[in-house]
C-alpha cells in the first residue's frame, strides 16, 4: 500500500498548529528530537519535516505529496500548486511597512523607493499591478531592520500582531494580501494517493467544522419552542426532546462561533432558559 509524504514546517508555530491538526484527525506521529521524518503508527502517513521556503520545490518536483504551508509561501514560490483545503490557523498578512516618521500618503509614495523583502515575485506583482517601479533588496531574515541602517525605505513583510513593526519604529501602510495555513497538493499524485489524501482531507473538514461550532443545549415552554427554531441556524433541524415537566421541552442545536452572541442573545430574547454551550470535537456531515 502506498504512503502519503505530508511535508509541514520543522519548527514555529505553524509547525506546533500543524501537529496538532493531524493529532485532531486521529493521526499518530512518532517523532524524536532533530528528526527529519517520521511515521504515522496507524494511518498510511510520513511526515517530513522541513523549512517552509524549501517546501513549494519539493512538492513541484513529487518528493512530497502534500504540505500544511502558509499561503504565502506558496503565493511566492508556488505556482502551479492547488490549494485543497484552507485550514484557518497560522493567520497573518503580507504587509508594506514604512519608519513612523515618513509622511506617506499612498502607494504612489513608494515610485523609485528601495524595498528591502523576503518575498519578491509577491511585491513586483503588486507594485506592477499600481504602476509603481521600486528597487527590490531581497532578504532573508529579520527584514525589519533595513530601514534602520539606511538599506532601505520599506519593508514587506509577514505581519500578525504588527508588534515587530512597533518595536523597529515601523508602521503598516498597505496590506497586499491575507495568509493561513493550507493543505497544499503536489501536481504530481497518483490515484492511490489521492485516494489517501482524499480521507485525511474528510477528517480535516470534520474538525474544522467543530472548531467553528458550539452545540447548544436550552430549555423553553412548549408554547415558545417554534420562535426559537426560526432563531436557530442548527444544520439541518433542531432536536426537540419533551422534559418531564409537563409543558417544556429541550432543544438541541449547533451555532456557528461567529454568530455565537448575537444568537444566544435572540434565544433568551425569545424565552429561553437554562442555556448550555459545548465545544464540538469533530462534526461529520
Not at 502534500?66 to 509561501?73: F, L, P, R, T
Amino acid at each position: 500500500m502506498s504512503t502519503l509524504r505530508i511535508a509541514v514546517q520543522k519548527s514555529g508555530r505553524l509547525h506546533d498548529e500543524s501537529m496538532e491538526l493531524l493529532k485532531d484527525i486521529g493521526i499518530s506521529i512518532d517523532n524524536g528530537i532533530d528528526q527529519l521524518k517520521a511515521s504515522a503508527r496507524n494511518f498510511p502517513v510520513e511526515v517530513f519535516y522541513l523549512r517552509n521556503g524549501d517546501i513549494p520545490q519539493y512538492l513541484k518536483d513529487g518528493v512530497v505529496d502534500a504540505a500544511i504551508i502558509g499561503e504565502n509561501v506558496l503565493i511566492e514560490k508556488g505556482s502551479g500548486i492547488n490549494i485543497a483545503e484552507k485550514l484557518g490557523f497560522s493567520s497573518c498578512r503580507v504587509c508594506i511597512a514604512v519608519p513612523k516618521t515618513m509622511d506617506y500618503k499612498s502607494i504612489k509614495d513608494l515610485d523609485g523607493k528601495r524595498i528591502a523583502t523576503s518575498y519578491p515575485n509577491t511585491v513586483q506583482n503588486y507594485l506592477d499591478k499600481n504602476g509603481i517601479k521600486a528597487n527590490l533588496h531581497i532578504i532573508n531574515g529579520s527584514v525589519e531592520i533595513a530601514p534602520n541602517i539606511g538599506l532601505a525605505d520599506a519593508i514587506v513583510d509577514i505581519v500578525s500582531s504588527g508588534s515587530t513593526l512597533f518595536k523597529n519604529n515601523l508602521k503598516e501602510v498597505e496590506m497586499i494580501l491575507k495568509s493561513e495555513a493550507v493543505l497544499a497538493v503536489s501536481p504530481i499524485l497518483d490515484a492511490e494517493k489521492q485516494a489517501i489524501l482524499d480521507k485525511i482531507q474528510f477528517r480535516i473538514k470534520s474538525v474544522l467544522r467543530g472548531r467553528e461550532s458550539k452545540y447548544v443545549l436550552l430549555n423553553a415552554p412548549n408554547d415558545k419552542v417554534q420562535d426559537i427554531i426560526n432563531v436557530l441556524p442548527g444544520m439541518k433541524s433542531p432536536t426537540v426532546l419533551p422534559l418531564a415537566e409537563a409543558g417544556w421541552s429541550s432543544i438541541h442545536s449547533v451555532i456557528s462561533k461567529n454568530e455565537f452572541w448575537d444568537v444566544i442573545d435572540d434565544l433568551k430574547a425569545k424565552g429561553a432558559q437554562g442555556i448550555l454551550v459545548c465545544p464540538i470535537e469533530k462534526m461529520v456531515l
